[in-house]
């Protein structure tokens, strides 16, 4: 049981340069979510989706785009990267109530 | 808006010290709560969840967490703390509407010294 999975765990980008991350999860969770963790910032969401087809900003979702064509798979998009985009990111998922489970993450530099 | 607040940002023991992290949240509403942690260069794990019911839950490794509703508080306790226990500590807000959107608090690094 892999749990959740994202690929790749380090990059660096260009300045206007575009990128997928990638998100998969093989619990069959409805929920999906992507973060980014800044220092001494928390996480903060980016994108959700409560299930296939259906997705949903979150806090801080300009210049990044989502989608969700299957239960398992639900990828961050990254247009015309950007120095603030320099984070790290997460990708979770849950059942429900249950907390989340977090993949690994990505650990974007853009220069 | 909603919030999480952790009062320490950076906390220093020494091994066996007792640890009590802060974590006060603004929302009406009904709530679930959640510490998590992250160990260095690892991803965030669930440590432990309050739904309902004892207000005092207990976690993974000895920690435990009081959910006191008049205070809007989820403090995070452990009686006696490991060289193994540096690592940083989110407190975590559930607001049970749709979509279990989660609001993290800022983090709290601990470290512990051996």
């Known amino acids: 049981n892999a749990g959740v999975t994202q690929t790749p765990k380090f990059r660096i980008l260009k300045i206007g340069q575009s990128m997928t991350l990638q998100c998969t999860q093989d619990m069959n969770h409805n929920y999906m979510y992507w973060y980014r963790q800044d220092p001494g910032m928390g996480l903060k969401l980016i994108y959700y989706?409560?299930?296939?087809?259906?997705?949903d900003k979150g806090e801080v979702p300009n210049g990044y785009n989502v989608s969700r064509s299957t239960t398992e798979d639900f990828p961050l998009r990254l247009e015309l990267a950007a120095p603030s985009q320099t984070s790290v990111y997460f990708c979770?998922?849950?059942?429900?109530?249950?907390?989340?489970?977090f993949g690994s993450g990505t650990r974007l530099t853009v220069v | 808006a909603q919030s999480v607040s952790q009062h320490n940002h950076h906390v220093i023991l020494s091994e066996a010290a007792s640890l009590e992290l802060g974590c006060n949240y603004s929302y009406g509403g009904t709530v679930n709560l959640f510490w998590y942690v992250q160990y260095p260069g690892q991803h965030l794990q669930l440590l432990l969840k309050y739904f309902s019911g004892d207000p005092l839950v207990k976690g993974i490794k000895g920690f435990e967490a009081e959910f006191i509703k008049s205070k809007f508080s989820f403090n995070l306790r452990k009686p006696s703390v490991q060289w193994s226990d540096t690592a940083e500590y989110f407190c975590?807000?559930?607001?049970?509407?749709?979509?279990?959107?989660?609001?993290f608090g800022a983090g709290t690094r601990l470290f512990v010294k051996a």
């Open positions: 975590a807000v559930n607001l049970n509407t749709g979509g279990f959107k989660t609001i």
């Open positions: 989706s409560v299930g296939a087809g259906i997705t």
């Open positions: 979770a998922s849950t059942r429900g109530e249950a907390g989340y489970t």
